[in-house]
């Protein structure tokens, strides 16, 4: 999804300021431990009859914007990614540098990325279970999941979940600990006029794109085609992508062969 920015002309009157702030980032993560317990609490009345439910989970991103307050929640490795203007760019645009052309915009990544790719996850989970030597193993935790936190998949968070399922899908549950957890990583950022828009996607946007490359397609695509659907346009760009790398493999399989 892209999300077009558009702060007001006239700032909102604030209260407690970041005081504030703290509250709504507080009051988001508390709807989503409530959300997932709520969830939860469903599935395990329902897990003898359906064990696949203790498998099911998945990442969260969501966004709340408020005047010119924008608050971010992650968990997982879906990405919020703010496409800015450098201080530089909007100093040559007040003097008419550029010409009529649109000024190059900065990648911010606003989230944080929570999968095994992450060494500070990895050591995270490592530290938690120390008497499990493979909490994380073949890249994954507990060689089963990428995303080291998530909504749901119970059967990584307690014992009993894990017990649920049939024999050939349980792992090797350590201790009582759970694996993965559902704490969001929560970003506030105050929009000013060098914001253009944010995108929200998830991880499959970025097998195929840098967060650079994303910004720089929809910048691209609003100044040619301001009419269009951005997010349209990066979904069909990420098929394209994903098209054209699985046709490199299969021309390589062929020539080996």
Known sequence: DCSSLKPPTQPPPRSNGENDHIAVLKALARALRKTEDAYLGIADKMVGEFPELALMGSCVLSMLMKGED?????????????ATMDSVDLEHISEGSFDGL????????????????????????????????SAISKDRV???LKVTRAFGAGFLKQPKWNDALLEMFRIDYVGSSPYITCNPSLFH???????????LSSDGLYQYFTN?????????????????????????????RAA?????????????Q
């Open 70 to 82: 924008m608050y971010v929640m992650g968990v997982g490795d879906s990405r919020a990614v703010l």
């Open 212 to 240: 650079e490359e994303a910004v720089a397609e929809v910048e691209m695509f609003i100044a040619t085609t301001p009419e269009g659907d951005p997010a349209q346009h990066l979904v069909e760009e990420v098929l394209f």
């Open 189 to 199: 950022h105050k929009l000013s006029t060098r914001d253009r828009f944010l995108i």
């Open 102 to 133: 649109s000024p190059c915009l900065s990648a911010v990544q606003l989230t944080s990325d929570h999968s095994t790719s992450m060494p500070e996850e990895v050591r995270r989970i490592r530290n938690e279970h120390p008497d499990d030597p």
């Open 142 to 144: 507990k060689g089963s």
């Open 244 to 256: 054209n790398k699985a046709g490199t493999a299969n021309k390589s399989i062929v020539f080996l």
